[in-house]
């Protein structure tokens, strides 16, 4: 489904990504970790198509497809979904309306009408529910004075609504406490089939207590330097980061 081919990224002529191979497959769920400048958010950023980021060498392919020329929104509208897309505040606009915009959007973008009123009420009834989100949340501002945990459950929302092909989940927050890696962990374990994948960024191995990745790669310093089944994850947390570098 998403090859990376020795993907090499450069920012202010600073090389971050020094030549990442990946191979994710449908239905897999691989977990990154890794010390802090690593370069995690930098490859995430990179897959979703962040110009800030200059992909100097190596290829990203989804599907077959070579995502080089495709802004964001077009990688988007073709299944890459990554958290912390739209982190912004909008007083007055609900959870709900903000993503039936982005819905219909991603239509549009695919040639299609908006999707009609009814589908869409039972596309968000039906998701709702399977993440126990109530009625009272879907229809606050977005954003506007979210919890930790609350903005996690907006994007595990947004997931679920969107169902893309790869979803990246960028957990950047060391003040994610026990409820919000929860919210996380249950949504992408309720979303997982056979016809997506989960790449998962953390450098807590806590947040793999609770989703079970089948693999787990250490980034250091622009590369991967290791990559295992889960016992990696518990490997890490007992001898931490220093042995692989
Ligand atoms: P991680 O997510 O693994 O902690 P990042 O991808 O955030 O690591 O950062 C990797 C390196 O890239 C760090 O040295 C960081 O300072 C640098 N970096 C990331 N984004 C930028 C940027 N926009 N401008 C300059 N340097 C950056
Ligand atoms: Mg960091
Ligand atoms: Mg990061």
């Known amino acids: 489904m998403l090859q990376i081919k020795n993907l090499h990224a450069s920012v202010e002529d600073k ?7 990946l191979e994710v497959k449908a239905g897999e769920v691989h977990a990154i970790m890794g010390p802090n400048g690593a370069g995690k958010s930098t490859l995430s950023a990179v897959i979703a198509g962040n110009e800030n980021f200059e992909v100097t060498e190596g290829e990203i392919i989804l599907d ?44 549009k973008a695919k040639g299609l009408e908006d999707m009609p009123a009814s589908e869409m009420l039972k596309l968000i009834k039906e998701k709702s529910e399977l993440l126990e989100i109530d009625r009272k949340f879907l229809s606050r501002s977005l ?35 026990i409820d919000a890696l929860r919210i996380v962990a249950n949504g992408v374990n309720k979303l997982k089939n056979e016809n997506n994948a989960v790449i998962v960024i953390t450098h807590y191995q806590r947040l793999l207590d609770y989703i079970v990745p089948d693999f787990v790669h250490v980034l250091h310093d622009g590369k991967i330097v290791k990559t295992g089944g889960k016992e990696l994850a518990l490997e890490l947390e007992e001898k931490g980061y220093d042995w692989l570098k």
């Open 15 to 21: 090389e971050i990504l020094k030549g990442i191979n």
């Open 64 to 107: 077959g497809e070579d995502l080089a020329d495709l802004a964001p929104e077009e990688r988007a509208h073709k299944g890459v979904f990554l958290s912390f897309q739209y982190p912004v505040e909008i007083p007055g606009v609900s959870v709900t309306n903000f993503m039936k915009t982005a819905i219909n959007e991603s239509r």
């Open 143 to 177: 954003n506007e004075g979210f919890s930790g945990g609350e903005k996690k459950r907006n994007e595990i929302f947004q997931m679920a609504m969107l169902d893309p092909k790869i979803a990246i989940l960028d957990e950047t927050d060391s003040g994610l406490d």
